[in-house]
Structures are given as structure tokens and as C-alpha cells.
Nanobody
Framework: VQLQASGGGLVQDGGSLRLSCAAS????????MGWYRQVPGKERDLLAT???????NYSDSVKGRFTISRGNAKNTAYLQMNSLKPEDTGVYYC???????????????WGQGTQVTVSS
């Protein structure tokens, strides 16, 4: 399985960005995709997950500002990020788990990461 993430960039405080992630290869029909954020010196934080059926979960840090969704091609996922803050700056990774268990999201497959920088 390969994941290709895109859409990062530089945006001002309060702005918006949309990240995309496309999965290819041996992707199961029932899967969970998610987005993580990592800042230097810290572990990756899970921000949001979405099942192949459209069920979503969000971390408290992004709830109400970020929206995760699936594309018409089920092996794609998006992260719409609104009301961005400087503390949202980091490298964003998409990830995929080839099972439907959202309550135990331990992805095996990762995208390459895309940088998001929010200036104040």
C-alpha cells in the first residue's frame, strides 16, 4: 500500500488549507484513514480518523475547525483545515489501517508527510 499526501503550504493565522491523501495498492474495502501532525521534538499526534463507511473521530485540539472526509474514490481522504492557528504548524501525515476498527487505530501504512506552516 502506498499513500500520497499533498496540499500543505504556508497560510496566515485564521486561514484555511485542504490536505489530500490518495492510497493505492492492496487497500481493503473496510479500512480506516487518518491524519497525524508532528512538530519537532514531539511524537505524532492523531488528529482525525474516518472509516470507509464515513464514521469520524477528532481530537479535541481540532474538533470544530478541521473536517476529515472521503472522496468519491474511497481510497482517498481529505482534511479541510479552517481557522488555522500558529500552533497548527507541523508536518502532517496521512495513514491507513486495513481493518475497520476505529477504536484501535494502529496504521501500518503512512504517507510521506506534508508541511503546514501557519504564520501569525
Amino acid at each position: 500500500v502506498q499513500l500520497q499526501a499533498s496540499g500543505g503550504g504556508l497560510v496566515q493565522d485564521g486561514g484555511s488549507l485542504r490536505l489530500s491523501c490518495a492510497a493505492s495498492g492492496s487497500v481493503f474495502s473496510y479500512n480506516v484513514m487518518g491524519w497525524y501532525r508532528q512538530v519537532p521534538g514531539k511524537e505524532r499526534d492523531l488528529l482525525a480518523t474516518i472509516s470507509s463507511g464515513g464514521r469520524t473521530n477528532y481530537s479535541d485540539s481540532v474538533k470544530g475547525r478541521f473536517t476529515i472526509s472521503r472522496g468519491n474514490a474511497k481510497n482517498t481522504a481529505y482534511l479541510q483545515m479552517n481557522s488555522l492557528k500558529p500552533e497548527d504548524t507541523g508536518v502532517y501525515y496521512c495513514a491507513l489501517q486495513n481493518s475497520r476498527n476505529m477504536d484501535w487505530f494502529k496504521p501500518r501504512y503512512w504517507g510521506q508527510g506534508t508541511q503546514v506552516t501557519v504564520s501569525s
